[in-house]
Every structure is written in structure tokens, then in C-alpha cells.
């Protein structure tokens, strides 16, 4: 059973363990906590549902729960509902993912850069289990206006974006992906260990 102590010294090496054991009244409560102020107790059910959310279908019901954290005026608040939505995107058997890309896509432009990041990267989670929907991923990314964010990020976040990207080219090859990724390795933005990071990937480009 799952308490608001055991969460407070639950360590990160503990919760693939614990998150195998929950049971449905755990995973409410789990979803409740995900509002909670105190950022410990909050990040472990996060880490909690996350996890099980890998291995079990029992948190995609609370999909609806997550969507509307989308648009949650709390930038933590944002990020959990993406997060939640990547990692269950699996289970999606009803097709939800299709109807949630919208708001999904309005967080590659959220006013906070770690936002942003973590909507790119969660990326990775969806597109495995989504083939029909990996072209407009592509199409969003590559509509991506790097420029306009911070210029501390910006090589952080095309970094994110190329490695989604070579990872949809892997699935189904495409010429704008291949010119995107030909533009950002010729640009300034990236320097010369990114690039040649990215070049390692990109065999027979």
C-alpha cells in the first residue's frame, strides 16, 4: 500500500520494484498526489506511474487526466500530463493519442525551454507505438522555429529534435527529414562533438 511516507524516502533505485506491486487503489492515489505542492512527494508518484505505465495498461485510464494538465497554467503541471500521456501512448487502443496531438504540439512551443525539451524527448515514447501518426510528428518538429528560443537552449533543443527525427527516419524514411537534418549539421547552432554525434547515427546519409 502506498503512503505519503513510504513515497518521502522511496528511493529512485526502489520504484521499478514498487511500481510492479500497486494495486488500483494505489494508482488513484498516485494520480491524486500528481497535484501535491511538495515537489518530492509529487515527482515520486510521477516516477511511480511512469514506471508502471511501462509495463501495465491500469494508469491509461486516467488519459483524460493527463490531457487536460496540458493546458494546466503550472508548468509542472505540463510536463506531468506529457510525460504521462508518452508513456501510455502503448496502451492507446482507442486512438486518443490522434485528438491529444494539438495540445500536445503547443508544449514544442511552451514559454519554458525545459518544457519544451521534455515534449521533444518524450517524443521517443509515442512514435514506437504511433506509425500513423510519425509524418506530422516530423512535420511539427521540422516547423520548429529554433530561433526564437533562448539562445542558451537552442543547441540542447535541436539536438532533441535531430534525435527524434533520426529515430522516425529509422521507421519511414523521409527526404525532408534527411534536408532538416543536412541544414541543422551545417548550421552554427550545433558545435563540432554534436555534429559528429549525430553523424555517428546517421549511417548512409
Given amino acids: 500500500m502506498i503512503t505519503i ?14 511500481a510492479t506491486t500497486l494495486t488500483g487503489d494505489d494508482i488513484h492515489f498516485l494520480i491524486t498526489l500528481l497535484s501535491e505542492k511538495d515537489d518530492k512527494i509529487r515527482y515520486a508518484a510521477l516516477l511511480l506511474l511512469q514506471s508502471r505505465s511501462a509495463a501495465f495498461s491500469d494508469v491509461y485510464p486516467y488519459w483524460e487526466v493527463f490531457l487536460q494538465k496540458l493546458n494546466s497554467k503550472n508548468s509542472y503541471q505540463r ?11 502503448r496502451w492507446d487502443t482507442e486512438n486518443k493519442m490522434d485528438n491529444a496531438l494539438e495540445a500536445y504540439f503547443k508544449l514544442l512551443r511552451d514559454e519554458k ?81 554534436a555534429k559528429k554525434e549525430i553523424e555517428k547515427v546517421l549511417t548512409g546519409i
Avoid at 5 to 18: C, D, H, R
Avoid at 79 to 89: T, V, Y
Fill in 5 to 18: 511516507e513510504k513515497l518521502m524516502y522511496l528511493e529512485k533505485q526502489e520504484i521499478e520494484q514498487e
Fill in 79 to 89: 510536463s506531468i500530463g506529457l510525460m504521462l500521456i508518452a508513456e501510455n501512448a
Fill in 113 to 193: 525551454p525545459i518544457t519544451v525539451r521534455q515534449c521533444i524527448q518524450a517524443l521517443h515514447r509515442i512514435i514506437p507505438y504511433k506509425n500513423n501518426l510519425v509524418a506530422q510528428i516530423a512535420d511539427e518538429l521540422i516547423s520548429l522555429e529554433t530561433a526564437e528560443i533562448r539562445e542558451s537552449m537552442q543547441k540542447t533543443v535541436l539536438t532533441d529534435i535531430l534525435s527524434v527525427l533520426t529515430a522516425i527516419r529509422k521507421q519511414q524514411p523521409s527526404d525532408k527529414i534527411d534536408a532538416y537534418i543536412v541544414r541543422a549539421l551545417s548550421s552554427d547552432i550545433l558545435d563540432r562533438k
